[in-house]
């Protein structure tokens, strides 16, 4: 297996923490606005989401109902191949005339024809890259828990405007904080100035107790 | 609804009211009652603001109800804004309380000869209309507020703000929400202008001592309603998505799909999108004490709608919707939700449409009126609207006046109201429906994706290059035959994806009416309502050459996709060959 990305030569700062399950919604301005995975790339969208994620494959059929690659909607996710640098944005169907027309193989697909990811031949180089992930709506308290706890890449500044702007009920829900595997005080830390001079941050959380994918909904 | 009343606002000695029997119009509602009206009653070259215009004000076949979802109000006349037909609508308490007294269609004719201002107030011993010049230039909140003091918080209030007394050709007419605030609005195409000059200001309308309309079947009535709502709580879209986060769900997605029109059409992708989310709105709206889940009126089981508090806790309006997020937000380059709630309380209070208002907004923007991004700046050009200045009245008039008094080229209207916020170069579909529509460019005309299920037009390929104009035609139809049921559009989507809740929405409307209702009877009003409009437009003078789209749309591409809207004029002008 190659590397397909050059790593960037700055490790990024590990930042790890525990937080109460309802605690996901704190986290959507990093979900919905986009988070990078390193993945094996050259694969389907499908093989991404359930063989490489392990999101079961009902709820990726029946729950991700409208999915973009590149900013083209996806409408087969089988023979839709994922390459390195891509961003594959996740939703549940959209109301409307447009979110009809947006949702996968949906009825309405012409109207966006022109938009629609194309099947391509093209070689894609199989390896090790970088994928960024979008998640909207409901997905982001769906799925976010399960990216969150494999662990996400996201840029230091992002980072830092979210424990900024969180409230101090949030900051003081964490538990088990460590960075770089030392333990910390997030508060302290964020008044410290860690993230300057920083490019990325990983950051995995955990949830107390864990979340699930609904299976209610399948 | 077994008659029809009509206020001759021009009589001799002042308004009179004839109350007559519905006669040729029964078994109409919403918008197949308002258009068919209008083609019908009103000279296709009259001018929209005088005597011989007329403002019909209908009530859905189903409401009044105890049906779900019923409470969609329709006003017709000949638009000011576009020239053409002109059908608004609007949830709000209105359409069943109205529904409730016993009234088809109220019609608001002729024209004062003096310039008092007028209310009218319906209960079940009749109407009376009394001139009330203390309610002059007082907008919506306002005058809402001064009525309640009046007739009390058990009634339902229409009224117009100081942009429909001034006739600026955007303004709309507010209907209260359960909570009395005046937050619905019949937005688009200056309805709020003809009210405004018949010379009324507020229709109270007071069901007190009445009932809920009887179905002629109401065991089968029941069970249908039951079905119809489980069907909308089980759907994805109806039972999940809009209830949590309301229309503004769309704005990640079109964002995503680079068909958010940015900056006055420029880019289809907006960096701060997802500031403006539905996501990040509901988030802070359940913060701040309001709510992320409301509905617009009693018996809405959706509940798309929601109420955005300050960072104090107070509120500042009902939750901005999805076209008004854009037309203040990524249109005009703002990423601020506390910015986009202030313009919406001030298009509410003043009475003008959220989409036109902030599409001029942003064409003034492109016109270097102000810098695209300025937050303060947007807010004191709508106040000046509100304070009636000439910029102001310019600006309320909307994108396609306000384009042209500052020389603007790229100005994103179809006969001159102003395109939603869905870019047609990604999305050509749309594009369709927006050049046709006997209404002018409006995303609600070809908005009842169930055309698949009614088999309008039989099946269509859609893998066929004229597939786009098929599928616009058959939306088109659907939507006119939904918008008469009065049931909010938002139930398309499960009657799209599940029979049993389509042939649950067809049971109710036949046990209602101890009729049996098919999917062919939907297809016909359809037909039968855009015919109607589209022969009132033709003999208005519209010809092919107005069903197109403005030529930037065919010149300039877009990005992240680089395209431009390519369906042929041929291709447009087929759309209505039925
Ligand atoms: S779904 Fe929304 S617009 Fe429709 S009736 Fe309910 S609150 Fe009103």
Redesign the pocket.
């Known amino acids: 297996m190659t590397h397909a990305t050059e790593p960037d030569s700055s490790p990024p700062l590990r930042l790890r923490f525990r937080v109460p399950a309802e605690g996901v919604v704190a986290f959507s301005p990093l979900l919905q606005a986009g988070f990078f995975v390193t993945a094996r790339v050259g694969c389907s969208v499908k093989t991404l989401l359930s063989g490489q994620f392990g999101i079961d494959e009902e709820y990726v059929t029946r729950r991700i109902t409208t999915m973009f690659l590149d900013s083209k909607p996806v409408d087969k996710m089988e023979s839709t191949l994922v390459r390195d640098g891509a961003t594959l944005a996740l939703s549940c169907a959209m109301p409307g005339l447009v979110g009809a027309t947006l949702r996968r193989g949906g009825f309405y697909a012409p109207f966006r024809a022109g938009i629609s990811c194309k099947e391509d031949d093209s070689p894609t180089r199989a390896g090790i890259g970088t994928v960024r992930i979008k998640l909207f709506n409901l997905l982001m308290g769906e799925l976010g828990p399960l990216f969150l706890g494999r662990g996400i890449i996201v840029t230091a500044s992002a980072m830092e405007e979210l424990l900024l702007s969180s409230g101090d009920l949030f900051m003081t829900s964490c538990s088990e904080v460590s960075v770089d595997a030392a333990p910390a005080e997030l508060t302290a830390l964020v008044k410290s100035g860690i993230f300057k001079g920083r490019k990325k941050v990983r950051l995995t959380v955990l949830f107390d107790p864990p979340v699930e994918i609904p299976e209610d909904d399948l | 609804m077994e008659k029809i009343a009509r206020i001759n606002m021009g009589a001799a000695g002042g308004p009179e009211v004839t109350v007559t029997e519905v006669g040729e119009y029964a078994g109409l509602g919403g918008r197949a009652m308002t258009s068919i009206i209008i083609a019908t009653e009103v000279h296709p070259l009259a001018h929209p603001l005088g005597a011989e215009n007329k403002l019909v004000i209908a009530p859905g076949m189903l409401s009044g109800t105890a049906g779900a ?1 019923t ?2 109000l329709s006003v017709g006349c000949k638009s000011p804004l576009t020239g053409t037909i002109k059908e608004s609508n609007a ?1 709000g308490q209105a359409a069943q309380v109205m529904a409730r007294l016993g009234y088809a269609a109220v019609i608001l004719e002729g024209k004062p000869t003096t310039d008092d201002l007028y209310k009218i107030h319906i209960n079940k011993d009749g109407i009376t209309i009394t001139v009330d010049n203390s309610l002059r230039l007082m907008d919506n909140y306002p005058v809402i507020a001064k009525l309640r003091g009046e007739y009390g918080d058990k009634v339902a209030y229409m009224t117009i703000g100081s942009a429909g007394e001034r006739k600026l050709l955007t303004a709309s007419i507010a209907c209260t929400d359960p909570e009395l605030r005046p937050t ?1 609005h019949c937005g688009r195409g200056g309805v709020g202008a003809v009210m405004g000059a018949k010379g009324i200001k507020a229709i109270i309308l007071d069901d007190a001592g009445l009932k809920m309309r009887p179905p002629k079947d109401p065991e089968r009535y029941r069970d249908a309603n039951r079905k119809f709502v489980e069907g909308l709580r089980k759907h994805p879209v ?1 039972g999940e998505g ?1 209830p949590a986060y ?2 503004n769900i769309l704005t990640n997605i079109l964002n995503e799909a680079g068909g958010y029109p940015t900056r006055n059409f420029k880019s289809g992708v907006y960096e701060g999108g997802s500031k403006l989310s539905g996501e990040a709105q509901a988030e802070l709206e359940i913060k701040r004490g309001g709510k992320a889940t ?4 009693r018996g ?6 929601g109420i955005y508090n300050d960072a104090q806790g107070n509120y500042v309006t009902k939750q901005p919707e999805y076209e008004t997020v854009w037309s203040h937000g990524g249109h005009c380059g703002i990423d601020d939700l506390d910015t986009v709630a202030r313009l919406d309380y001030l298009d509410d209070n003043i009475g003008v449409d959220t989409i036109d208002m902030g599409v001029a907004i942003g064409v003034a923007m492109d016109a270097g009126v102000i810098p695209f991004g300025d937050k303060e700046g947007a807010i004191r050009l709508v106040e000046e609207v509100g304070k009636g200045t000439p910029l102001g009245r310019i600006l309320g008039c909307g994108a396609a006046i306000t384009g042209k008094v500052f020389g603007v080229e790229r100005v994103p209207v179809v006969k001159d109201q102003a395109l939603p916020a869905y870019d047609p170069r990604p999305i050509q579909g749309i594009g369709v429906t927006y050049a046709t529509t006997t209404q002018g460019a409006d995303h609600t005309a070809g908005y009842a994706i169930a055309t698949n299920i009614l088999k309008v037009g039989g099946d269509v390929d859609p893998l066929k290059t004229e597939g786009q104009v098929e599928l616009s035609r058959n939306l088109q139809i659907a939507t006119a035959a939904i918008d008469s049921t009065g049931m ?3 139930i398309a989507f499960a009657i799209m994806d599940q029979p049993e809740t389509f042939q649950a929405l067809l049971d109710m409307l036949g046990s209602f009416y101890g009729i049996t209702m098919t999917g062919d009877d939907v297809v016909a009003l359809g037909k039968k309502v855009l015919s109607a409009e589209r022969d009132f437009n033709k003999r208005a003078g519209f010809t092919a050459a107005h069903d197109r789209l403005p030529r930037f749309f065919y010149t300039e591409a877009i990005e992240p996709h680089n395209q431009v809207f390519g369906i042929t004029d041929e291709e447009l002008d087929s759309v209505f060959n039925w």
């Open positions: 979802m409470g969609r949830g619905r109806t809009l309301g229309t409301h509905g617009c009126h809405c089981v959706i509940q798309c709608s909010c559009l938002f």
